[in-house]
């Protein structure tokens, strides 16, 4: 049967092969990006399903009920998300499922994967994917609907939509987005197949996160996918909830039964004031949840608002601070924030907080030699003895898109990943205890061989292991809710 205006929006697993078991990288979180275009079209007048196939296989679901699901109902479009790196291969396998059962239906995938990966995307699996939605996708999506809908079939030339021929040429205008942030409706996380029963300790079903922010970042770092204009998509400028439209938000969420919320954008790029607002309408609203994390980067917020964000009602503030790197030589190298100082004058407040507070760290950096890994895990220690602990230590993940791989040379880089087919390999790799994977190194330097990136990373995670038991805040940070361990990755 099908309903006119039924969409039909799919958050793939990893992959067949990772199905039943927790891969590498997390799957389990519902996908904003997903919620966001649901709540969008729904606003426009269709009906729409989203089914987290990460989820319901990792629940015991069969591929016979995952199919038995998608056959009970013929949408006018499906739309896979490939947000993360690691769903590539079950985007790909779904997009295959969805086109044997329904040949004639219009299978399009999106998300910030995808888009950085458009033409690779469009040049090699143009028979089961009819085209790639680059960026945000609300209006761009809604406009290939309303095309199936008027034409039956995806007019050229829709912006943000890119298809290819037989030619292999791509056709591709791309999208000006101006809807601003407050404008945009409420998400919610009801109505996402299959409704799981939490089971005793999980606290995956119980997240949610705030979008706060889109298009981009201030800063320019070479490695990254925000700042350059990578992170824009669509966008001229950042454009940021107000705090009022966040606590808005935030209680739908609460209506819900989620009480663990995330901020986990740019947000900290608007200042201090929203911030502080956003606390103070929480207090207002006699809001109260279970647990609230906050992102930082260096440089942009005075060290006060540590406290007020400390202040947030909720049983746990856990406040996580990237800082990547102790060598200044090797954040300039990136055009990253390097000031030393000013980042232990944040974490001398920030580690005194009554909040689980923690720190990122990477290594396998431009120009990074041995003597810049050793301040790394001074900084490391230091920290560490100062209250703000180590969330996680990860290898760089050098990505085609970035400025640092167009300019590898300069740091005699040899990167071993060039596109979408080389990063698949992230489908493939179960989580280990250990984080330790050689195979997701994606570049080396003569300087820092990819055996010696493994190596350090099994050593530094020694060292975290070591300083973080001896830390004077150990017990009071254990108490808060800190959780010591060696497999989260990147
Ligand atoms: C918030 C966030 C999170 C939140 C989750 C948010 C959520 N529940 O969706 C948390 C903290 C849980 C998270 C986790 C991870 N994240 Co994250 N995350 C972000 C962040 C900061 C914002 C993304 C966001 O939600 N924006 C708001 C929403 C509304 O926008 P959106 O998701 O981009 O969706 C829009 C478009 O992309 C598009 N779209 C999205 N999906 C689809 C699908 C279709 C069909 C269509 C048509 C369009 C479309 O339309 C949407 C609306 O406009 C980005 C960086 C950034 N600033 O964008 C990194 C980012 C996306 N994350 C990244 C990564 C790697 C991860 C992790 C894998 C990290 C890890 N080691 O575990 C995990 C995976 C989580 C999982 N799958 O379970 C990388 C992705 C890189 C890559 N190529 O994979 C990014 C780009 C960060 C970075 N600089 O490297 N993340």
């Given at each position: 049967?099908?309903?006119?205006?039924?969409?039909?929006?799919?958050?793939?697993?990893?992959?067949?092969?990772?199905?039943?078991?927790?891969?590498?990288?997390?799957?389990?979180?519902?996908?904003?990006?997903?919620?966001?275009?649901?709540?969008?079209?729904?606003?426009?007048?269709?009906?729409?399903?989203?089914?987290?196939?990460?989820?319901?296989?990792?629940?015991?679901?069969?591929?016979?009920?995952?199919?038995?699901?998608?056959?009970?109902?013929?949408?006018?479009?499906?739309?896979?998300?490939?947000?993360?790196?690691?769903?590539?291969?079950?985007?790909?396998?779904?997009?295959?499922?969805?086109?044997?059962?329904?040949?004639?239906?219009?299978?399009?995938?999106?998300?910030?994967h995808a888009s950085f990966f458009a033409e690779d995307i469009v040049r090699s699996y143009s028979d089961m994917i009819d085209g790639v939605i680059v960026g945000e996708g609300e209006e761009t999506l809604h406009d290939v609907v309303k095309s199936l809908e008027?034409?039956?079939?995806?007019?050229?030339?829709?912006?943000?939509?890119?298809?290819?021929?037989?030619?292999?040429?791509?056709?591709?205008?791309?999208?000006?987005?101006?809807?601003?942030?407050?404008?945009?409706?409420?998400?919610?996380?009801?109505?996402?197949?299959p409704h799981i029963v939490p089971a005793v300790g999980d606290i995956i079903p119980f997240a949610a996160t705030l979008d706060s922010v889109r298009g981009g970042c201030p800063q320019s770092c070479l490695h990254c996918f925000e700042g350059n204009g990578l992170g824009k998509h669509g966008r001229d400028k950042m454009d940021f909830h107000s705090p009022e439209y966040l606590i808005d938000q935030l209680k739908r969420y609460i209506d819900e039964g989620k009480t663990n919320i995330l901020i986990q954008d740019s947000y900290y790029a608007n200042g201090d004031e929203p911030i502080e607002e956003f606390v103070s309408l929480a207090h207002k609203n006699n809001i109260y949840v279970d647990a609230m994390h906050f992102f930082v980067e260096p440089g942009y917020l005075s060290s006060a608002t540590f406290k007020v964000m400390e202040s947030f009602p909720a049983r746990k503030v856990a406040i996580d601070y990237g800082i990547e790197t102790g060598s200044e030589k090797v954040a300039a190298n990136m055009r990253r924030y390097h000031d030393m100082e000013r980042i232990y004058a944040d974490v001398e407040v920030l580690g005194k907080t009554q909040t689980v507070s923690t720190a990122w760290w990477l290594i396998s950096l431009p120009g990074e030699e041995d003597k810049d890994v050793k301040l790394t895990e001074k900084a490391i220690i230091d920290t560490t003895q100062m209250g703000v602990f180590t969330e996680r230590v990860s290898q760089l993940l050098l990505f085609p898109q970035t400025e640092l791989y167009k300019n590898r040379e300069k740091y005699k880089m040899t990167a071993f990943f060039h596109n979408f087919d080389d990063f698949k390999i992230f489908s493939d790799i179960e989580r280990r205890d250990n984080g330790l994977y050689p195979e997701l190194v994606t570049h080396e330097m003569p300087y820092q061989t990819r055996q010696d990136t493994i190596r350090m990373l099994a050593d530094l995670k020694k060292t975290i292991r070591r300083v973080t038991e001896a830390s004077p805040y150990y017990e009071e940070k254990t108490k808060l809710g800190f959780v010591l361990n060696d497999f989260d990755f990147f």
């Open positions: 049967m099908q309903t006119e205006k039924f969409i039909c929006l799919i958050q793939p697993h990893t992959s067949y092969k990772l199905m039943n078991v927790q891969p590498a990288l997390f799957d389990q979180f519902d996908s904003i990006g997903l919620m966001a275009l649901a709540a969008y079209l729904k606003q426009k007048g269709y009906e729409v399903e989203i089914l987290h196939l990460a989820k319901a296989f990792r629940n015991g679901y069969s591929r016979d009920q995952v199919v038995r699901k998608i056959k009970s109902r013929k949408p006018l479009l499906f739309g896979i998300g490939n947000m993360w790196v690691h769903q590539s291969v079950g985007m790909l396998e779904t997009a295959e499922l969805l086109k044997k059962i329904y040949p004639d239906v219009a299978v399009v995938v999106g998300g910030q008027e034409n039956h079939g995806i007019v050229a030339g829709i912006p943000g939509f890119m298809t290819g021929n037989e030619d292999g040429e791509f056709s591709f205008t791309p999208r000006k987005v101006t809807v601003r942030l407050d404008q945009l409706p409420f998400m919610s996380h009801q109505g996402i197949w």
